[in-house]
């Protein structure tokens, strides 16, 4: 809170009296957490692609994947393609974007698919999930419902965003959005900063009624979770979370982390990883309380979207077990993440994290990525598909010996 | 004198706007090698290939509003994007000042840049690289109030990390910022 404080008053001071009246401590800068040693860093977020790539130029052979598993391209032309929702008949995947500002239609012809953009010009509409046949769109600052829209290509949008009551700021509030077991819609709230002391409203996830009556904060201290899933024999909800920047290229580490009651604090901005105490937020005991996560995925991975597999067509050892997608670093000199891996939880709890698809980065030591899986999705026949961001595809994984 | 400076760059765009996927209709805004000669009209010559790529297609999809471009690019191609895009990152930048040099401010202007670590995604000589742009030799009238806007209010689609950077930066800085970010000396084009 000193921090908060500190920068109000500084704005306070430098800023025109005009604009520092009655608006709200900015979040901290970007150099807020950078250690002075690093100011000469040049780790920078690296760049998206905002046109289309055509599917020959995806080198989709690249991809490495355990034996009797194929990757294919199932669909491209979606620029900053990333969450993926079915419709409930399993005929259509709905496609959420960030920067572009789109939502895409993928509808599969008889073995070819064909991609048009439901919606556009919002901002960030990166959350996508179906409620019966409704599909809920979540922009930062706006929520959508289309009704029908699997069988309406001309279904209008229910605007229910004043039943949201979304927050203003749009770092970290890019959201993935689904509708749990108890029928209930989950969607993050991300820290507006690498690191800071909040405001009331972030680092946290809600759920609400699909109506946006009933909101409840389910879990508190999240940095930014963009992916979550629920175990399909306890019902318990799984989460990733990405660990924060600028402690170095070897952490805090990422997190796979379960909710096992409501109310549960994950530590940020205190405690990160497995009890990383923070270098610029002091608390005494900071790690007091906290839950611990599952498992660490992989210092600056950014890891993603997360789903348990209950197919029928992988081999039974992936049954219930839980693919990750990681989208690979950028705040570390070296890469990490740039693949798909397969979390097993084993009978002392323990986790295990094992590579499936890799190869979209094609150096150990150096940024020479060609795609950035971002989020995985079952389909009605077991196959998964993994969406790549980067070139706006999506690809199907299947087995078969 | 500046709105009908304005207006003459207008008509000259349009007389060029015939044919999609030219670059000559863009200079006759941007500046007739791509360097600015018009206040608030941002010099695109040597701006990174990606940096350009991203920023027409979101004057194109309305997410970024520019009234004045959005006739040009709004019924591009992605395939005429990237190639415009390649064009242009190409082109030499030359200094474009417009105001008389102020020792103070520059040496402000260095130092916050330094000290708000601009230099890691901007890179140290201020030439941009990915879908991040050349801030150097830019023209002092653009950088100035579109620093401001990034601080003030976010446009949809904008880099978050950029608004974050400015959090709390006075106007004065800003300024500072702009003076100095013009008069840095202008980088090889192709990034």
């Known amino acids: 809170m000193k921090t908060m404080v500190a920068l109000a008053v500084t704005a306070a001071f430098v800023l025109a009296p005009a604009l520092a009246q009655d608006k709200p401590a900015p979040p901290p800068a970007w150099k807020q957490g950078m250690p002075d040693k690093m100011k000469d860093s040049k780790l920078a977020p690296h760049a998206g692609k905002m046109t289309e790539t055509p599917a020959s130029d995806i080198p989709i052979s690249k991809a490495r994947l355990p034996k009797g598993f194929k990757a294919e391209v199932w669909a491209s032309g979606l620029p900053g393609g990333r969450a993926m929702a079915l419709s409930p008949d399993g005929k259509k995947v709905y496609v959420g974007t960030r920067a572009i500002g789109r939502v895409y239609e993928v509808s599969d012809e008889g073995g070819k698919r064909s991609v048009r953009v439901v919606v556009d010009k919002l901002t960030q509409p990166a959350g996508v999930a179906f409620h019966k046949d409704a599909l ?230 150096s940024y020479k990525f060609w795609g950035r899986p971002a989020y995985v999705q079952q389909m009605p026949d077991g196959a998964l598909l993994v969406s790549d961001e980067q070139l706006g595809a999506i690809y199907r994984v299947s087995y078969g010996k | 004198m500046q709105a009908r400076r304005r207006w003459a760059v207008l008509l000259t765009a349009l007389f060029f706007g015939v044919a999609h996927g030219k670059h000559e209709q863009c200079l006759a805004c941007h500046g007739p090698d791509g360097n600015s000669l018009t206040a608030r009209i941002p010099s695109i010559a040597a701006q990174p290939r990606l940096f350009m790529e991203n920023q027409l297609v979101l004057i194109r999809e309305g997410l970024r509003p520019s009234p004045e471009m959005f006739p040009f690019v709004k019924d591009l191609t992605d395939a005429e994007i990237v190639a415009l895009a390649k064009q242009i990152s190409a082109l030499p930048a030359k200094p474009t000042q417009s105001s008389p040099e102020d020792p103070a401010l520059l040496k402000r202007g260095a130092e916050l840049g330094r000290k708000l670590r601009c230099r890691s995604c901007h890179l140290p000589d201020y030439g941009g690289q990915n879908q991040i742009p050349r801030l150097a030799a830019q023209r002092e009238d653009w950088l100035e109030p579109v620093m401001q806007e990034f601080r003030d209010k976010p446009r949809p689609g904008g880099d978050t990390l950029m608004a974050a950077v400015l959090y709390g930066v006075s106007d004065a800085d800003i300024r500072a910022l702009a003076h100095f970010l013009s008069r840095s000396s202008a980088p090889a084009p192709g990034r």
């Not at chain 1, 929520?143 to 290509?153: E, M, T």
């Not at chain 1, 996830?205 to 940095?223: F, K, L, P, Q, T």
């Open chain 1, 136 to 365: 809920y769109v979540f922009a930062i600052d706006k929520v959508l419902r289309f009704d029908g829209i699997a069988d309406s290509s001309g279904a209008q949008p229910v605007d229910l965003t004043e039943k949201f009551n979304l927050p203003k700021e749009q770092h970290h509030n890019w959201k993935y959005v689904a509708f749990g077991p108890d029928g209930k819609l989950y969607v993050p709230f991300g820290a507006p900063c690498n690191i800071c002391e909040p405001p009331k409203e972030y680092a946290q996830i809600r759920r609400y009624n699909a109506d946006g009556s009933g909101m409840e904060v389910i879990a508190r201290g999240v940095r930014n979770s963009v992916g979550f899933d629920w175990h399909p024999k306890t019902g318990q909800l799984w989460f990733t979370d990405h660990g924060r920047d600028w402690m170095g290229d070897n952490g805090p580490q990422d997190e796979l982390n379960r909710l096992t009651k409501v109310g549960q604090n994950f530590g940020f901005p205190y405690c990160h990883a497995n009890g990383i105490v923070d270098a610029d937020f002091k608390k005494k005991d900071a790690c007091k309380g906290v839950t611990r996560p599952v498992a660490l995925m992989g210092p600056h991975a950014a890891n993603m979207g997360v789903k348990f597999y209950t197919g029928k067509m992988f081999p039974a050892e992936y049954r219930n077990t839980m693919f990750v997608a990681r989208k690979g670093s950028w705040n570390r000199t070296t890469p990490s993440g740039f693949d798909v891996v397969n979390v097993r939880i084993g009978e002392d709890g323990k986790a295990t994290v094992r590579p499936f698809m890799t190869g979209f980065n094609e150096s150990k030591d």
